[in-house]
């Protein structure tokens, strides 16, 4: 199977998955706040898989292999699976807050929460266009180099700065505050990857000290 092939059946299965989450806890089709973060986030996987296809096949096909069984240090597999775990409840808890009403989330700030999410999509794109080698596991490659320019040369990890915009704003966009402790349980699982990462790549990847002594922050500049 090509990869083109793979990697839309792949996304086509992942987003009736995501609608599943979405509608059957909010036990209605008429949910606007579902529909448009349904649309948008699927507006955003459906032009970073047709970039990396055009563009980057090889990182294309990289990400694929994703996950706990994927990753080889023992230490990612555990961190992979808990974070699993939130991501599969981060959409679920927040529609059945909206649901019944356990907070109240106006509307401009789920708007709100849409934005984020895609700013957050839009960073992880070009943290793609900038470092072809970054795959969805902790791996290097005899190829492999330090890449500093762009968003690397902002935060260490713009990646993960992306990913965390991006569960930031799923809750809000969906009508949950609730919600949020999840993303902030994601946040914590983020930084216990980036942290055992970087201990990885100061062994594996010629350069990476320097440059983290270089780029002072990982994922918020000023701030961590």
Same mark, same amino acid.
């Given at each position: 199977?090509?990869?083109?092939?793979?990697?839309?059946? !792949?996304?086509?299965?992942?987003?009736?998955?995501?609608?599943?989450?979405?509608?059957?806890?909010?036990?209605?089709? =008429?949910?606007w706040?579902?529909?448009? /973060?349904?649309?948008?986030?699927?507006?955003?996987?459906?032009?970073?898989?047709?970039? +990396?296809?055009?563009?980057?096949?090889?990182?294309?096909?990289?990400?694929?292999?994703?996950? #706990?069984?994927?990753?080889?240090?023992?230490?990612?597999?555990?961190?992979?699976?808990?974070?699993?775990?939130? /991501?599969?409840?981060?959409? #679920?808890?927040?529609? +059945?807050?909206?649901?019944?009403?356990?907070?109240?989330?106006?509307?401009?700030?789920?708007?709100?929460?849409?934005?984020?999410?895609?700013?957050?999509?839009?960073?992880v *794109?070009?943290?793609?266009?900038?470092?072809?080698?970054? =795959?969805?596991?902790?791996?290097?490659?005899?190829?492999?180099?330090?890449?500093?320019?762009?968003p690397?040369?902002?935060?260490?990890? #713009?990646?993960?700065?992306?990913?965390? +915009?991006?569960?930031?704003?799923?809750?809000?966009?969906?009508? =949950?505050?609730? !919600?949020l402790?999840?993303?902030?349980?994601?946040?914590?699982t983020?930084v216990?990857?980036?942290?055992?990462?970087?201990?990885?790549?100061?062994?594996? *990847?010629a !350069?990476?000290?320097?440059?983290?002594?270089?780029?002072?922050?990982?994922?918020? #500049?000023?701030?961590?």
């Amino acid at each position: 199977m090509s990869v083109e092939r793979k990697t839309w059946e !792949g996304t086509a299965r992942f987003l009736v998955a995501l609608a599943i989450l979405i509608f059957l806890p909010a036990w209605s089709l =008429s949910y606007w706040r579902g529909w448009l /973060f349904l649309i948008l986030f699927a507006a955003c996987v459906i032009a970073m898989n047709a970039y +990396l296809l055009k563009f980057d096949p090889a990182l294309a096909e990289r990400r694929m292999k994703a996950g #706990p069984s994927a990753e080889k240090e023992p230490a990612q597999k555990r961190i992979q699976a808990i974070a699993g775990i939130f /991501f599969f409840l981060l959409t #679920p808890v927040s529609v +059945l807050d909206h649901r019944l009403g356990w907070s109240s989330v106006p509307t401009h700030l789920s708007l709100l929460g849409d934005g984020v999410m895609v700013i957050g999509f839009a960073l992880v *794109l070009a943290v793609f266009k900038e470092n072809s080698f970054a =795959s969805a596991t902790i791996e290097t490659t005899e190829t492999q180099k330090v890449v500093s320019s762009g968003p690397y040369g902002v935060v260490r990890h #713009p990646m993960y700065s992306g990913a965390l +915009l991006i569960v930031a704003g799923i809750p809000l966009a969906l009508g =949950s505050f609730w !919600g949020l402790l999840v993303s902030a349980a994601i946040t914590a699982t983020i930084v216990w990857r980036l942290l055992h990462e970087e201990k990885y790549l100061r062994r594996h *990847l010629a !350069g990476y000290g320097a440059y983290a002594r270089r780029t002072r922050y990982r994922l918020l #500049p000023g701030i961590f």
